[in-house]
């Protein structure tokens, strides 16, 4: 079961927030959270980010947001309050079956998104349990995408007046986040669960590569770290880093397809030999493709031994015609065989790694990449 962390208190207006009166900052508040929300891949901030625009956008006392999770319970995951001295309920934890009660048969009788207030229905214990004020007013906002229910908004303001009643009926205010947030959720959610099984897939496919060579795993795992990182410093987004730390990984899984005698021979490679192991790469990338969640890894498998000049393999492609990924692989995969060493080539010491990448960068590896490798490995 996915965590998030405790309640939120704001941090601005030293303890308080005020209410956004303006209609035009109440508007431009939505579209900026309607942005994040598209753009968000953490569970934890995209649900920080919408429980404090909530209370900022419709001029509310607090938002808590109540998960539906698989066990069929519901856990407060983030709570927002204007004023945090009247924080008392802990988030992470299961809500109070007096709660659950409520919130499933809000579930069954409400359309989806439609806010409900729960009004006058509520028992002094219900209300406590919700609000711990018994002259607070809640609203619950059902949290619902492709017909599966994820959980509530739970909204609550102590004065109610003209213009809460108006902003909580406006439908395109609050259907609007809920429903944006709704649509968020359940795609994080669907990403955690493909990027859980393309992990299992990947821890597969290194253990097959580690049983074949298991100085290839050894090498491909220390690289896979570097390269990570180098895509980060080179500003690639979280999913790009984490696409080309995968690739890293399984750079050499081709060599599954090379024969004994040419992989573990201890010697040079004839000729002969080495056409064979260069087709480790398009070996490897047909392995991965059509994966669950490796498609775009394959790419990166199958260039990294190109090389800026057109002198690499398999295709001889030149330049920026090589992704990104393939470039940063290339250059850390050449720096860790230079450390490493092999049967046909004593390793080499750093300073020598570093001076080779330098002496062939702009013909053989991008200059930018090898800058910012060397660059990342002196800091």
């Known amino acids: 079961m996915t965590h998030y962390v405790d309640a939120i208190h704001p941090p601005s207006y030293k303890g308080h927030i005020y209410p956004v009166k303006d209609s035009i900052d109440r508007w431009s508040g939505l579209s900026n959270l309607s942005r994040f929300l598209l753009e968000s891949s953490s569970l934890h901030d995209l649900m920080e980010r919408t429980a404090r625009s909530v209370v900022e956008i419709l001029g509310i006392d607090f938002c808590r947001i109540l998960i539906l999770e698989s066990n069929k319970h519901y856990y407060c995951r983030m709570a927002y309050y204007r004023n945090p001295s ?82 909580l009926k406006a439908t395109h205010l609050v259907d609007l986040i809920a429903g944006q947030l709704s649509n968020a959720i359940l795609r994080i959610r669907q990403n955690e ?19 074949r060579d298991i100085n290839s795993g050894i090498h491909s795992q220390y690289m896979a770290n570097l390269s990570n990182k180098l895509a980060r410093t080179l500003g690639c987004s979280e999913q790009e880093s984490l696409n080309i730390y995968w690739a890293a990984l399984l750079h050499d899984v081709g060599k599954i397809g090379v024969e004994d005698s040419i992989l573990r021979k201890p010697g040079p ?45 398999p295709y001889g492609l030149k330049g920026d015609n090589i992704p990104l990924g393939a470039r940063i692989i290339a250059v850390v995969d050449s720096y860790s065989v230079i450390l490493e060493g092999r049967n046909y080539r004593e390793k080499r010491s750093q300073v020598e790694a570093i001076a080779e990448l330098n002496r062939l960068k702009g013909i053989t590896y991008d200059p930018v990449v090898v800058d910012a490798f060397v660059k990342m490995l002196a800091s």
Not at 124 to 151: F, M, Y
Not at 271 to 288: F, S, T
Not at 289 to 310: F, S, V
């Open 193 to 211: 669960r493909l990027s859980g099984t393309t992990l299992e897939i990947v821890q597969a496919l290194t253990k097959a590569l580690e049983v």
């Open 86 to 167: 009247i924080v008392s309920q802990k988030v992470d934890l299961p809500e109070p079956l007096v709660a659950e009660r409520l919130y499933q048969q809000v579930a069954l009788s409400q359309p989806a998104l439609v806010p409900y207030f729960l009004g006058d229905m509520l028992s002094p214990e219900e209300n406590r349990v919700l609000a711990n004020h018994l002259k607070t007013n809640i609203w619950l906002v059902p949290l619902s995408a492709n017909c599966q229910d994820l959980g509530f908004l739970l909204l609550g303001k102590e004065d109610f007046g003209k213009i809460d009643q108006y902003l």
């Open 269 to 313: 490679l004839t000729d002969e030999e080495w056409q064979i192991m260069k087709k480790h790469p398009q070996i490897g990338a047909k392995l991965v493709q059509g994966m669950t969640g490796l498609d775009n890894i394959a790419p990166l498998i199958l260039m990294h031994h190109e090389r800026l000049d057109g002198s690499g393999y």
